[in-house]
T-cell receptor, first 112, second 116 residues
Framework: GESVGLHLPTLSVQEGDNSIINCAYS??????FIWYKQESGKGPQFIID?????DKRQGQRVTVLLNKTVKHLSLQIAATQPGDSAVYFC???????????FGKGTMLLVSP | GAGVSQSPRYKVAKRGQDVALRCDPI?????LFWYQQALGQGPEFLTY????????KSGLPSDRFFAERPEGSVSTLKIQRTQQEDSAVYLC??????????????FGPGTRLTVL
């Protein structure tokens, strides 16, 4: 399939390392944030979400941190695996219904 | 169960041609969204349906873009008189509800449109 990752910031890690992907958002009114994973030729896939009344949320091998003071979001992936290689997008919800505003993506490359 | 499906997966059009892109959301999902994704960019919102009602079309880039969901399930995005700048991946997403629990958006694989 076609690549969605051209000209994107890239994070290269070794298998087993922990990865941290960062995202800055612009609208202080946003109250819901989601991380998506997008593999080449596929649509974005939900990873984890967090609401603005929280500053941390953990899933399986993933943790999302939210710093509302500086409008910053991060995704931590523990023990990164080759199958984690993809483009990662943060998205924010503004306005009370479900329309999402996506940030710029980061390509994660995991070497065996 | 089946996820969101889109057809065709790839479409090549000559400049000036009309195209129609189809989205089959997950059965029972109330909300349906269309996004446009340029190469190397994040998806950008085009339009939103709640059942058959188009509640937000603020993201449609021009009046050449038209979307419909007449029976509240399948949706079609139509682009008239295609231009080269319309080349992108068009993503469809659906969610069970409109807000709160169940509003996770499930994305289809997209339709890659190339306008020559």
């Amino acid at each position: 399939g076609e690549s969605v990752g051209l000209h994107l910031p890239t994070l290269s890690v070794q298998e087993g390392d922990n990865s941290i992907i960062n995202c800055a958002y612009s609208n202080s009114a946003s109250d819901y944030f989601i991380w998506y994973k997008q593999e080449s030729g596929k649509g974005p896939q939900f990873i984890i979400d967090i609401r603005s009344n929280m500053d941390k949320r953990q899933g399986q091998r993933v943790t999302v941190l939210l710093n509302k003071t500086v409008k910053h979001l991060s995704l931590q992936i523990a023990a990164t695996q080759p199958g984690d290689s993809a483009v990662y997008f943060c998205a924010e919800n503004i306005g009370g219904y479900s329309t999402l505003t996506f940030g710029k993506g980061t390509m994660l490359l995991v070497s065996p | 169960g089946a996820g969101v499906s889109q057809s065709p997966r790839y479409k090549v059009a000559k400049r000036g041609q009309d195209v129609a892109l189809r989205c089959d959301p997950i059965s029972g999902h109330v909300s349906l969204f269309w996004y446009q994704q340029a190469l190397g960019q994040g998806p950008e919102f085009l339009t939103y349906f709640q059942n058959e009602a188009q509640l937000d079309k603020s993201g449609l880039p021009s009046d050449r873009f038209f979307a419909e969901r007449p029976e509240g399930s399948v949706s079609t995005l139509k682009i008239q008189r295609t231009q080269q700048e319309d080349s992108a991946v068009y993503l469809c997403a659906s969610s069970l509800t409109t807000s709160g629990r169940g509003n996770e958006q499930f994305f289809g694989p997209g339709t890659r449109l190339t306008v020559l």
